[in-house]
């Protein structure tokens, strides 16, 4: 089965900071996608950033960006000049054979903001 | 404003009974999705709906229904037969398999009293 694992449950940053958080997957699939879902207070889940296997460029959104090693199934999400509205539960998510049914979530990253 | 609307936001449930969910989506997705919630456990998929008439279980599907009748809703049913129903609920869709990804509803949270 397939799985993802997030090994930090919670993360602190001072505002204007860099963080970065970890993710990793297991998967005998050669071409996937790979998701950063950030979750705030509200709950609503919001796509952060998507990155195709296949494509070596790592994906960037802004102050958001990947690093994603395929070899390592690692694909871990980056944060520059942190802000307080980045504060949020970050999951990361896996599509198991194109995503058709469901994806995969790990357990997710509380990040915190200190100002 | 195409989306997914999950109603109610707050439900509460006696035990014993059975309570039915809403999510209702506009974006002309074909696939629909549940996933339950609770704390440090992530999202885990209850129910998923890929076209209209049918649907398979996911990880945790015992004392759960679902019904796709319409392309745009797919409620769920809170049975009495889950042992355990206080959680966050998420609806979601998406389109051409979810490889761009999942549009999610704002949630429903259920408490048993």
């Known amino acids: 089965a397939q799985t993802v694992t997030q090994s930090q449950p919670e993360m602190s940053v001072q505002e204007a900071e860099t963080v970065t958080l970890s993710c990793t997957y297991d998967?005998?699939?050669?071409?996937?996608?790979l998701f950063w879902y950030k979750q705030p207070p509200s709950r609503q889940m919001i796509l952060v950033i998507r990155?195709?296997?296949?494509?070596?460029q790592n994906a960037t959104e802004n102050r958001f960006s990947v690093n994603f090693q395929k070899a390592a199934k690692s694909f871990s999400l980056k944060i520059s000049d942190s802000q307080l509205g980045d504060a949020a539960m970050y999951f990361c998510?896996?599509?198991?054979?194109?995503?058709?049914?469901?994806?995969?979530f790990g357990k997710g990253t509380h990040l915190i903001i200190q100002p | 404003d195409g989306g997914i609307t999950q109603s109610p936001k707050y439900l509460f449930r006696k035990e014993g009974q059975n309570v039915t969910l809403s999510c209702e989506q506009n974006?002309?997705?074909?696939?629909m999705y549940w996933y339950r919630q609770d704390p440090g456990q992530g999202l885990r998929l209850i129910y998923y709906s890929q076209i209209v008439n049918d649907f398979q279980k996911g990880d945790i599907a015992e004392g759960y229904s679902v019904s796709r009748e319409k392309k745009e809703s797919f409620p769920l049913t809170v049975t009495s037969a889950q042992k355990n129903p206080t959680a966050f609920y998420l609806c979601?869709?998406?389109?051409?398999?979810?490889?761009?990804?999942?549009?999610f509803g704002s949630g429903t949270r259920l408490t048993v009293v």
């Open positions: 990155q195709e296997a296949y494509k070596q």
């Open positions: 979601a869709s998406s389109i051409n398999g979810g490889n761009y990804g999942y549009t």
């Open positions: 998510a896996y599509p198991p054979g194109g995503g058709a049914d469901g994806l995969t």
């Open positions: 974006l002309n997705h074909d696939a």
């Open positions: 998967t005998s699939e050669s071409d996937y996608y």
